[in-house]
């Protein structure tokens, strides 16, 4: 009985808990390599990030935004590019509107448990969550694999 009763207190405080805290998600960048974890911020569903960079060959800015879903996945939902060349999508189900000089697809959609991407500081990559954070070129390793995902966790604990 005791067992029991102990089992009931311990569900309601798990319930109360994730109660208070129902989005409790985190933004981690790490190497796939090692494991090393080069960044992480609390985030929520809704919460959009943007990734930018300068294209390789085509020498001109790119950016996509990915939005955290209620599921915690990345959802591709925007992609921006000033020529079609090298790694433009050619098929995609989303709206393809010209603005301010950029090619821009819209309602993307696609769903991402990671986002991966060789690092370079050449190409001016950097990453911005919601309107505050800005992840800069050299703030990641040069030369290294990178992948984000959005992590579910109890506890966030800055890195």
């Known amino acids: ?4 009763t102990l089992f009931v ?10 109660h208070l805290f129902p989005n409790p998600y985190s933004l981690t960048l790490y190497s796939p ?4 974890i080069y960044f992480q911020e609390k985030v929520a569903a809704g919460d959009e990030v943007d990734v930018s960079w300068t294209h390789s060959v085509e ?3 790119w950016v996509e935004t990915l939005r955290i879903s209620e599921d915690g996945d990345l959802i591709m939902v925007e992609t921006q590019f000033q020529s079609y060349g090298a790694g433009a999508p050619e098929n995609t189900s989303g709206t393809v509107s010209i603005e301010d000089g950029f090619i821009v697809i819209s309602g993307i959609n696609e769903v991402y448990e990671t986002y991966n991407w060789f690092h370079s500081h050449h190409a001016d990559f950097t990453i911005t ?3 505050e954070t800005t992840i800069e070129p050299t703030d990641l390793p040069d030369q290294t694999a990178i992948e984000m995902k959005v992590e579910r966790s109890l506890f966030y604990f800055s890195g």
């Open 129 to 131: 969550v919601g309107d």
């Open 1 to 4: 009985m005791k067992k029991m």
């Open 9 to 18: 207190v311990i569900a309601i405080i798990v319930s109360v808990f994730f």
């Open 59 to 61: 020498h001109t800015p």
């Open 33 to 36: 390599r090692s494991d090393e």
